[in-house]
């Protein structure tokens, strides 16, 4: 997805990763139902590389069928990416 599709929905936030540009998403959203703690889109290029959604830790069970939509759970998070950035994101989760 391109930056310009979500450029008004979007605060910058101080980059995790060098060169990729690290953005909080600030629009209202809810995934099952449940509304994140946090969501960060990183870009490349100004396209969409990453898609971290941070949940209160109650809501976890709630959110599980993320797995199967190819989200990765790292701690009270789960993470969608390209398998290269895998590596890197284990590295940098908080």
Known sequence: ????????DLE???DRIKGYDS???IAPITIFGIIP??????FYWEQLKIIILEFEPVDLPKVKK????????INNSYVKTTYKMQNKLISISK
Not at 1 to 8: C, G, I, R, S, V
Request: hydrophobic share 40%.
């Open 1 to 8: 997805m391109p930056y310009e599709e979500l450029e008004f």
């Open 23 to 25: 953005y909080l998403y």
């Open 66 to 73: 993320l797995s199967k939509l190819n989200f990765t759970k």
């Open 37 to 42: 703690k946090k969501v960060e889109l990183i």
């Open 12 to 14: 910058p936030i101080q």
